[in-house]
Structures are given as C-alpha cells and as structure tokens.
T-cell receptor
Framework: GQQLNQSPQSMFIQEGEDVSMNCTSS?????WLWYKQDPGEGPVLLIALYKAGELTSNGRLTAQFGITRKDSFLNISASIPSDVGIYFC???????????FGTGTRLKVLA | SAVISQKPSRDICQRGTSLTIQCQVD?????MFWYRQQPGQSLTLIATANQGSEATYESGFVIDKFPISRPNLTFSTLTVSNMSPEDSSIYLC?????????????FGEGSWLTVV
C-alpha cells in the first residue's frame, strides 16, 4: 500500500537555526498536509498544500508541494524552543478522502 | 477549521473491559475518522465513521473489536472492546470538510488509554 517516509527521523538543532525536513512517497498525492504534535496532545494542522509546486507559509514555517507530486518539504526558520515536537506529513490515499500519515520527524531544540 | 472535543482524555482500564470514547465536533462535517497512535509511533487509520450507516474499517481492524457509531454529522463514538495491554494507545478522532481548494482534516486532543 501507499507509505509516506519522512526524514530525518529526529534532529537536534540550536535555537535560531533553520530546519528542513521532507516527506516522500512512491505514489502520487494530490494533497499534502503538515501537522505538529506536542506530547500528550493531538496533531495540529500547520499547512495544507493542494497543487504541485505550491509554496505556502505560516509564520516561520514554509512548506512546498513537490513538482513530481511524490514529495513535500517543510522548513522552519529561526527555530525556537517551542518548535519542539513531532512533525507529521499526511496525504490522502488514492481516490479517497482517507489520510495516511508519515513516519514523523522528531525535533529537539538545544537552547 | 473544526473544533473537536473528545472524552475521556485519559483513562486506565482493566483488561477484558470495554471503553467508549466520544467525539463531538462544533460544526457539521462530512468526514469523520478514528485513528490509533501507539506509543512512539505514527497515526494509523482505524475506520471512517459514516453517518447513519456502518463504519468502513481499514485492514487489520474489525467491527467486533472497534464498534463505531455516528448518529449525526457532529458526533461519533469509538468503543475499544475486550481490552488487552496491546490496546494501550492514543485514540484520535478527526473530522474534515471539503472545499473548493481541497480537503483538510483536524484532530481532537486524543484519548490516552492505558490497559492494565
């Protein structure tokens, strides 16, 4: 079945640094969603992408819908301690509204 | 966006018992889903909750173990039946609505179940 692989799995960064992560699939997606999950809470939607090549920002976060439609990227600029958490990508399985989730990227910030 | 409330938020359950989780959305939505997130793992879709009809289950999940109801467009329940320690997970309700640009789903805070 369809799978979404995220990299890196986890990362430590210094406060103030920029962060990049990506999500890849062997299948084509027509939507990419990016979420952040804090410990003990549900995922919170950060950015939604609906068109190949689309670049969308939400504050310090910027996400891009890959031109091949098989990948997406999330960048965080000038990271701060509250950026700590797990970032998930998600996309709908072929021909449905059911979303599958990536493996997650765990972000840890060194103050 | 949709605001989704789940209860209970957390519970400790005895093995062999069943627990029903409730999910309330603040607006009518076309799509409601239930996910499971095992410790340290990603989210796995359990089923799509269909309004007024039987839920649609994903591979590996069955109605006898995870009965789901959705009596209207804003409310759904998930029951975890005959629980074992392997059922210790976060159970997440999600809801979504289509738009001219695309579909987006939102999540509740989750229900953290520990089975002892």
């Amino acid at each position: 079945g369809q799978q979404l692989n995220q990299s890196p799995q986890s990362m430590f960064i210094q406060e103030g640094e920029d962060v990049s992560m990506n999500c890849t699939s062997s299948s084509i997606f027509n939507t990419w969603l990016w979420y952040k999950q804090d410990p003990g809470e549900g995922p919170v939607l950060l950015i939604a992408l609906y068109k190949a090549g689309e670049l969308t920002s939400n504050g310090r976060l910027t996400a891009q819908f890959g031109i091949t439609r098989k990948d997406s990227f999330l960048n965080i600029s000038a990271s701060i301690p509250s950026d700590v958490g797990i970032y998930f990508c998600a996309g709908p399985t072929s021909g449905t509204y059911k979303y599958i989730f990536g493996t997650g990227t765990r972000l840890k910030v060194l103050a | 966006s949709a605001v989704i409330s789940q209860k209970p938020s957390r519970d400790i359950c005895q093995r062999g018992t069943s627990l029903t989780i409730q999910c309330q959305v603040d607006s009518q939505v076309t799509m409601m889903f239930w996910y499971r997130q095992q410790p340290g793992q990603s989210l796995t879709l359990i089923a799509t909750a269909n309004q007024g009809s039987e839920a649609t289950y994903e591979s590996g999940f069955v109605i006898d173990k995870f009965p789901i109801s959705r009596p209207n467009l804003t409310f759904s329940t998930l029951t975890v039946s005959n629980m074992s320690p392997e059922d210790s997970s976060i159970y997440l309700c999600s809801a979504g609505q289509g738009s001219v640009t695309g579909n987006t789903i939102y999540f509740g805070e989750g229900s953290w179940l520990t089975v002892v």
